[in-house]
């Protein structure tokens, strides 16, 4: 049995977008981490950026301001 979760990735990206800490741009994800970041990012919304970047050809970019 797969843990796979069935992901839909305009439903992914509308939500992440909804973070504090996520911006995206095309097909860059841009994270912010350090003083900026309000670490609004949890397991699930980690789940959804591994899905974006292993699935559907995103690039994650780790930033310390956007």
Same mark, same amino acid.
């Given at each position: 049995?797969? &843990?796979? +979760? &069935?992901? !839909?990735?305009? !439903?992914?990206v509308?939500?992440?977008?909804? /973070?504090? !800490? =996520?911006?995206?741009h095309g097909?860059?994800?841009? =994270?912010?981490r350090g003083?900026?970041? /309000? &670490?609004?990012?949890? &397991?699930?919304s +980690? *789940?959804?950026? !591994? ?5 559907? *050809?995103?690039?994650?970019?780790w930033?310390? +301001?956007?």
């Open positions: 049995m797969s &843990n796979m +979760k &069935n992901y !839909d990735e305009f !439903d992914v509308t939500r992440l977008q909804r /973070k504090h !800490d =996520v911006r995206i097909k860059e994800l841009l =994270v912010l003083s900026a970041a /309000k &670490n609004d990012i949890g &397991n699930g +980690k *789940g959804m950026i !591994d899905f974006l970047c292993r699935h559907r *050809g995103y690039h994650l970019q930033v310390t +301001k956007f």
